[in-house]
């Protein structure tokens, strides 16, 4: 495999794991909102 | 002032810090004072933030005090595997306690899975923290080693020279760590920017509450950001310590971080609703903190031009 093959998916297995905590603590924020 | 002079002054502040701020997290929680438990969390984020000059500090005291003949190596190396640990953990009970500013600040209400998690957390950081200063002492001070008793143990499933090793040895790791790095800094100064640029008067249709809800982007960019930047301290120490850049990049990243706290927290920004301004000082704030982080990148990008790295 080359360089830039590994280095994208370890990239990409990075943001998929932020991407899924971040929208986790997102739906968080709707149960929590009281600003609205 | 040099970095072991710095390292004297900081290493006690993440035991102490965190053993006050677990002190007021217990109080707040006995006597029942959400005030004092909010007060906590806030200190525990800013030990976490402190933590990372006393760390970087001592990474560029152990360099200098290797070059002495009668300072075991072995020792330094110990306490830098400990310190690894208990600075990781502070970074966790730093976001912990982050989460929990901002939930709070969300729901007008703490949550209590969130009190309990920074609650482990902050026991097990002060007790590595208090174990790791134990060995940062014994370093230069054997005397306090009871007699016939074995020097402090270090922990043995972690060691700063086998990342070193992990990220000079394997190609992929450098460049992967470089593009996390940049996605990280996007995210974060894209978050950054919005809110600072409402608080200075843009955007005015939106309320401030609004934009805080993507304020968790920003500490996840962040949290990315601290990671692969510590792997390329740890691998490469020698081009960061003696770097004139790389301090003046962390002094900002510690401004802009308190920055983070206020917009986070603090009532004076939350209150700013639709089509209303800030103060006067929640824009000096907010015009400070854009050019904080506008100077850690500069000064991240001039690491190996006004310094010697690379």
Same mark, same amino acid.
């Given at each position: 495999?080359?360089?830039?093959?590994?280095?994208?998916?370890?990239?990409?297995?990075?943001?998929?794991?932020?991407?899924?905590?971040?929208?986790?603590?997102?739906?968080?924020?709707?149960?929590?909102?009281?600003?609205? | 002032?040099?970095?072991?002079?710095?390292?004297?002054?900081?290493?006690?502040?993440?035991?102490?810090?965190?053993?006050?701020?677990?002190?007021?997290?217990?109080?707040?929680?006995?006597?029942?004072?959400?005030?004092?438990?909010?007060?906590?969390?806030?200190?525990?984020?800013? /030990?976490?933030?402190?933590?990372?000059?006393?760390?970087?500090?001592?990474?560029?005291?152990?360099?200098?005090?290797?070059?002495?003949?009668?300072?075991?190596?072995?020792?330094?190396?110990?306490?830098?595997?400990?310190?690894?640990?208990?600075?990781?953990?502070?970074?966790? #009970?730093?976001?912990?306690?982050?989460?929990?500013?901002?939930?709070?600040?969300?729901?007008?209400?703490?949550?209590?899975?969130?009190?309990?998690?920074? $609650?482990?957390?902050? $026991?097990?950081?002060?007790?590595?923290?208090?174990?790791?200063?134990?060995?940062?002492?014994?370093?230069?001070?054997?005397?306090?080693?009871?007699?016939?008793?074995?020097?402090?143990?270090?922990? #043995?499933?972690?060691?700063?020279?086998?990342?070193?090793?992990?990220?000079?040895?394997?190609?992929?790791?450098?460049?992967?760590?470089?593009?996390?790095?940049? /996605?990280?800094?996007?995210?974060?100064?894209?978050?950054?920017?919005?809110?600072?640029?409402?608080?200075?008067?843009?955007?005015?249709?939106?309320?401030?509450?609004?934009?805080?809800?993507?304020?968790?982007?920003?500490? $996840?960019?962040?949290?990315?950001?601290?990671?692969?930047?510590?792997?390329?301290?740890?691998?490469?120490?020698?081009?960061?310590?003696?770097?004139?850049?790389?301090?003046?990049?962390?002094?900002?990243?510690?401004?802009?971080?308190?920055?983070?706290?206020?917009?986070?927290?603090?009532?004076?920004?939350?209150?700013?609703?639709?089509?209303?301004?800030?103060?006067?000082?929640?824009?000096?704030?907010?015009?400070?903190?854009?050019?904080?982080?506008?100077?850690?990148?500069?000064?991240?990008?001039?690491?190996?031009?006004?310094?010697?790295?690379?």
């Amino acid at each position: 495999m080359s360089l830039a093959t590994t280095v994208s998916i370890v990239v990409i297995c990075v943001l998929i794991v932020v991407g899924v905590i971040g929208f986790a603590i997102d739906k968080y924020a709707d149960k929590t909102d009281t600003s609205a | 002032m040099n970095a072991p002079h710095l390292h004297l002054i900081l290493n006690h502040v993440p035991t102490i810090g965190s053993a006050i701020a677990l002190g007021l997290l217990l109080l707040g929680l006995l006597r029942r004072q959400e005030a004092l438990t909010r007060v906590s969390l806030e200190v525990f984020y800013v /030990i976490a933030l402190i933590t990372l000059p006393a760390y970087l500090s001592g990474v560029a005291t152990g360099m200098e005090l290797e070059k002495m003949p009668d300072v075991s190596v072995e020792a330094i190396q110990k306490h830098h595997d400990g310190a690894l640990v208990a600075f990781l953990l502070m970074l966790f #009970t730093g976001l912990a306690s982050w989460l929990g500013l901002w939930h709070w600040r969300r729901a007008a209400r703490p949550s209590g899975i969130n009190i309990g998690i920074v $609650l482990v957390l902050s $026991l097990l950081t002060l007790t590595t923290m208090a174990g790791t200063a134990t060995m940062g002492g014994e370093i230069r001070h054997p005397e306090m080693t009871l007699e016939g008793a074995e020097p402090t143990a270090g922990p #043995t499933w972690i060691h700063a020279a086998s990342i070193q090793s992990l990220v000079t040895d394997h190609t992929w790791i450098w460049p992967s760590l470089e593009a996390l790095h940049f /996605i990280g800094l996007w995210l974060l100064f894209g978050v950054v920017l919005l809110v600072n640029l409402r608080m200075l008067g843009m955007m005015k249709s939106v309320a401030f509450s609004a934009l805080h809800r993507m304020l968790p982007w920003a500490v $996840l960019g962040l949290g990315i950001n601290i990671l692969s930047g510590m792997m390329w301290v740890i691998a490469t120490p020698e081009q960061y310590m003696s770097n004139v850049s790389f301090f003046w990049k962390m002094g900002f990243l510690l401004l802009a971080g308190l920055n983070l706290l206020y917009v986070t927290a603090f009532d004076e920004a939350w209150q700013v609703g639709a089509n209303e301004d800030a103060s006067f000082g929640n824009k000096a704030i907010a015009f400070g903190a854009i050019a904080s982080w506008v100077c850690v990148m500069y000064f991240g990008r001039m690491l190996p031009f006004l310094g010697n790295a690379f």
